[in-house]
């Protein structure tokens, strides 16, 4: 899929927006889904300034963020845009206290001291945490992520963590040009969610954070409710006004 050219005015983020949407509900009605059930997540990694107004004005709410420190730095920018953010990349567990309060999302756990850092500040402050648990669906020593197998025991491990609100799961599938390669990683969510209903819980795990530009549609068509979308709608990343030099790609 390619992805557009970078946006330099509001109309054009819109188009991109509206783009994508429209990308997700023929994929959803290709596999007789309601479009309605599959959310789009702006990533707004290096995304500052004036595209973060331009993407309040869109009828978006959340966006995704991959770094704790970028979306603290951009906090404000987010607010006056009335967009709250989730935390969609790794989270350290010394970082934990600057996400809870912060972040109304977080999709990325998979480690029991993280999951204790949390639930531990957000009992002191009287709230709770939607969260997704990762998996590591292409088996990548690059990646984050739990085994699949594993899965089952971790989720039953955060029991006595009640602020924490275990939605449903999230994974990046494999960078690749085979589809097939790719649609297995989608597959391998659907077996695991499919287990956690079975063994853990029949009408919890309803929520799949899976699919970026190159495969959300991919992943819609194997059971995606939330696709993170970056540079399909702000295009390539590190350029454009508002941007610093040197950012992430």
């Known amino acids: 899929m390619s992805h557009p050219a970078i946006v330099t005015s509001e109309a054009a983020l819109h188009a991109n927006v509206a783009a994508v949407q429209e990308r997700i509900a023929a994929a959803a009605r290709r596999v007789d889904r309601d479009p309605a059930d599959v959310r789009l997540l702006p990533v707004t990694k290096t995304v500052h300034d004036e595209r973060i107004a331009w993407l309040g004005t869109t009828g978006l ?3 995704g963020e991959n770094k704790v420190q970028e979306a603290l730095g951009k906090a404000d920018a987010l607010a006056r845009a009335g967009l709250r953010w ?8 010394n970082k934990a206290r ?3 309060g912060a972040a109304a999302e977080l999709h990325s756990l998979d480690d029991l001291r993280l999951a204790e850092a949390l639930d531990r500040r957000l009992q002191a402050i009287g709230e709770g945490l939607d969260v997704f648990v990762q998996v590591n669906s292409s088996g990548e020593a690059s990646k984050s992520g739990l085994a699949p197998d594993d899965v089952a025991a971790f989720v039953a491990a955060l029991a006595p963590f009640t602020s924490l609100r275990v939605r449903g799961l999230m994974t990046l599938a494999v960078f690749s040009d085979d589809r ?4 297995a990683c989608f597959e391998r969510m659907r077996d695991v969610q499919e287990r956690l ?3 853990v819980d029949a009408d919890g795990f309803a929520e799949l954070s899976m699919g970026m530009s190159g495969d ?8 995606a ?7 399909g709608i702000f295009g390539p990343r590190g350029t ?3 941007v610093p030099s040197g950012g992430a790609r």
């Not at 989730?86 to 567990?93: F, K």
């Not at 959300?216 to 059971?223: K, M, N, R």
């Open 216 to 223: 959300y549609e991919l992943a819609i068509e194997h059971g």
């Open 225 to 231: 409710t939330t696709v993170r979308v970056g540079e």
């Open 98 to 100: 600057h996400a809870v």
């Open 180 to 183: 097939e390669l790719v649609a």
């Open 197 to 199: 209903r079975q063994d």
């Open 61 to 63: 709410e959340l966006v």
């Open 240 to 242: 454009g006004p508002g």
């Open 86 to 93: 989730a935390m969609i990349g790794h989270l350290q567990t």
